[in-house]
């Protein structure tokens, strides 16, 4: 069972890999994502052994990864708010020049 899920994670890792030599566009990051997505949920069941375990355990596991990427949500919609603030104007940077008379 372990050799058949280390098998997986290989041939997953291998479409990561030739993903890479592919334009796709914006739906490179969304690919990638959902590729280690299931190679997480295949190391969190049989090398974790949370697929033969208790359910509260894993619904404590689910939820901690639930919080996390609500905290990462939170933080990024921040940061597209701020982002303008933060970036000095060029007028403030380098002084117009001078005509003299």
Same mark, same amino acid.
């Given at each position: 069972?372990?050799? =058949?899920? !280390?098998? %997986?994670?290989? !041939? ?5 890999? =030739?993903?890479?030599? &592919?334009? !796709?566009?914006? +739906? ?16 969190? =069941? &049989? !090398? #974790? ?6 359910? &509260?355990?894993?619904?404590?596991? +689910? ?22 603030? #933060? /970036?000095?104007?060029? /007028?403030?940077?380098?002084?117009? %020049?001078? /005509?003299?008379?």
């Amino acid at each position: 069972m372990l050799l =058949a899920v !280390f098998g %997986a994670l290989v !041939f997953l890792t291998i479409v990561t890999v =030739a993903q890479a030599s &592919f334009d !796709f566009g914006s +739906l490179d990051v969304a690919i990638v994502m959902v590729i280690a997505t299931i190679k997480a949920a295949l190391v969190m =069941a &049989f !090398f #974790m052994h949370l697929a033969f375990d208790k359910p &509260f355990n894993i619904i404590v596991f +689910l939820g901690s990864f639930v919080f996390v990427g609500l905290f990462v949500i939170f933080t990024l919609s921040d940061s597209q708010m701020t982002a303008g603030a #933060m /970036e000095p104007k060029v /007028e403030d940077v380098v002084p117009a %020049a001078v /005509e003299s008379p």
